[in-house]
């Protein structure tokens, strides 16, 4: 998305960040850790723009 875009302006990537750090930390207080936070494991919806989640491959 971001080679189609460009670079992100901060708001942007405010928007996109804070929602998953949201989620990190309620999954934090339930004891489960994330251990592969990446580029790669951020989703963005284009059609839900900006909203992006984080993928928790199953078994971790």
Known sequence: MI???GRLEAKTTLRIVEPLVR?????HRRHITHKDIKPRNVMIDEATWPRARAQCPRGQ
């Not at 989620?23 to 999954?27: V, Y």
């Open 3 to 5: 080679a189609r875009r």
């Open 23 to 27: 989620t990190l930390d309620a999954l």
